[in-house]
């Protein structure tokens, strides 16, 4: 399972997030897509070397470091828009992407050097860092783009959906069981709207053979990846029977890496590069 593991990190640390940064279209993040190799690629070397070691920590901290710097410049964009174009709900989706890998980075950190981290053993932090890239990152990212396109009720619903979500699950880990499932079903109706929107709202119209396909492909894959999600949230709270972590990691897992979130982004992109900048949408 750690090879299978450490290659979605990869795919999320060196493609998804440098692919989201982009999507955004804000001129200030482009200095940190930039430089954000720098700072991934050291992330994925640390992942394949043994756990405990100087360099290995070394190299986790540098992405840490990255992650931080991008998570930065979510209370400068805050603090510089006005009240209501802050609070709107693609703005809220989107400062939940600049967030939220720094706690997949700190989960790196404390993984990599061999220590718990607030009581968490070493394979619930490992497993942090790929859902923080994709349920963090890549799903609150693509319900901001969602939400520009469709602005109605539903759109709406799913820019903040993701993001409060993404949220509960994380005060799940320290409340409990019951708390993550809140997060869970809270998180996959988000998701659930915006593969409806994403079908019927963002493909439609598309004559682009691939952009379309690349959507319905995303829309498809969380239809199936979230009730996984919640059958294994529902199964640690009331003892139900459920997937194990292998087996969510080998479905789940995999299958929102790229059946969402790499089919997500390039098809954004794709959109993005015959249209005008995303920022027109996300400001």
Same mark, same amino acid.
């Given at each position: 399972?750690?090879?299978?593991?450490?290659?979605?990190?990869?795919?999320?640390?060196?493609?998804? +997030?440098?692919?989201?940064? @982009?999507?955004?279209?804000?001129?200030?993040? &482009?200095?940190?897509?930039?430089?954000?190799?720098?700072?991934? +690629?050291?992330?994925? +070397?640390?992942?394949?070397?043994?756990?405990?070691?100087? %360099?290995?920590?070394?190299?986790?901290?540098?992405?840490?470091?990255? %992650?931080?710097?991008?998570?930065?410049?979510?209370?400068?964009?805050?603090? @510089?828009?006005?009240?209501?174009? #802050?609070?709107?709900?693609?703005?809220?989706?989107?400062?939940? %992407?600049?967030?939220?890998? #720094?706690?997949?980075?700190?989960?790196? $950190?404390?993984?990599? #050097?061999?220590?718990?981290?607030?009581?968490?053993?070493?394979?619930?932090?490992?497993?942090?860092?790929?859902?923080?890239?994709?349920?963090?990152?890549?799903? =609150?990212?693509?319900?901001?783009?969602?939400?520009?396109?469709? &602005?109605?009720?539903?759109?709406?619903?799913? =820019?903040?959906?993701?993001?409060?979500?993404?949220?509960?699950?994380?005060?799940?880990?320290?409340?409990? &069981?019951?708390?993550?499932?809140?997060?869970? +079903?809270?998180?996959?109706?988000?998701?659930?709207?915006?593969?409806?929107?994403?079908?019927? #709202? $963002?493909?439609?119209?598309?004559? &682009?053979?691939?952009? @379309?396909?690349?959507?319905?492909?995303?829309?498809?894959?969380?239809?199936?990846?979230?009730?996984?999600?919640?059958?294994?949230?529902?199964?640690?709270?009331?003892?139900?029977?459920?997937?194990?972590?292998?087996?969510?990691?080998?479905?789940?897992?995999?299958?929102?890496?790229?059946?969402?979130?790499?089919?997500?982004?390039?098809?954004?992109? @794709?959109?993005?590069?015959?249209?005008?900048?995303?920022?027109?949408?996300?400001?």
């Amino acid at each position: 399972m750690s090879v299978l593991v450490n290659s979605i990190v990869m795919l999320g640390m060196l493609v998804v +997030v440098p692919a989201g940064l @982009r999507l955004t279209g804000a001129a200030e993040l &482009d200095r940190i897509r930039r430089l954000w190799p720098l700072f991934a +690629v050291p992330g994925a +070397v640390s992942l394949w070397l043994p756990r405990g070691t100087a %360099a290995t920590t070394a190299l986790a901290v540098c992405y840490a470091l990255g %992650a931080a710097l991008l998570a930065m410049h979510a209370p400068h964009r805050l603090l @510089r828009r006005s009240p209501s174009r #802050s609070t709107a709900p693609a703005e809220i989706a989107l400062l939940t %992407a600049l967030v939220t890998p #720094s706690v997949a980075a700190l989960a790196l $950190v404390a993984e990599r #050097s061999g220590h718990t981290l607030f009581g968490f053993g070493l394979g619930i932090l490992a497993l942090t860092v790929p859902h923080f890239h994709f349920a963090g990152f890549a799903a =609150a990212l693509v319900a901001g783009l969602v939400c520009r396109v469709a &602005d109605s009720v539903a759109g709406r619903f799913a =820019a903040l959906s993701v993001p409060l979500g993404t949220l509960l699950v994380l005060i799940g880990y320290f409340i409990g &069981d019951w708390a993550e499932l809140a997060g869970a +079903v809270v998180l996959t109706a988000g998701m659930w709207t915006v593969a409806v929107l994403t079908w019927r #709202s $963002v493909r439609t119209g598309q004559r &682009d053979r691939i952009t @379309r396909t690349l959507l319905a492909v995303s829309s498809a894959v969380l239809a199936v990846t979230m009730v996984l999600a919640l059958s294994w949230a529902l199964g640690e709270a009331t003892g139900l029977p459920h997937p194990t972590l292998a087996w969510m990691a080998a479905t789940h897992g995999l299958g929102n890496a790229l059946g969402f979130a790499l089919c997500s982004v390039l098809a954004w992109q @794709r959109l993005c590069d015959r249209t005008d900048p995303v920022e027109s949408r996300t400001a």
